[in-house]
């Protein structure tokens, strides 16, 4: 009975083994150009993080906060969301709904700055392009786009 299923077996590998074969390639050039394209992928993402970095760092400036907590991880959010106008609880609330609070405070800071919607999004979907827009251009502070909750009378 062993027999059986093993030349099954044997046949459905034999079948199928153009699937699981690997085509034999020049391994050091395949491994040169892979090193090329990460190396120049590595080095285009350090300075678009460096872009992001100084034109947060002027965006916080140009809004009368410390420009160094543009590098801090989570108190950058804190002061986002102060520069706005939004209670410091959106800083949790990004950790729930990433994508919502990040487009809802860019339309915010857009609005701070005398921006519209549409600058908002571009904030969003390339924020390498309207942050330092953002942060380079005539825009000035306008203060927060949110006024803060009033409570109400009765």
Partial sequence: MTSIFSSHFVAAFLTLRPLFAQEETDSNATSALGAAVGGVGGLLGLLVGIIMIVAMWKVFSKARQPGW????????????????????????????????????????????????????????????????????GSATYQGPSVAPAVPATV
């Fill in 69 to 136: 907590a543009a590098i801090i991880p989570i108190y950058n959010w804190i002061v986002w969301c102060k520069i706005v106008g939004r209670p410091l609880w959106w800083v949790v609330l990004a950790f729930i709904c990433f994508p919502i609070v990040v487009i809802i405070l860019s339309i915010d800071l857009a609005k701070s700055f005398g921006k519209g919607t549409g600058f908002a999004i571009g904030m969003v979907f390339l924020p390498f392009i309207f942050w330092p827009a953002l942060a380079f």
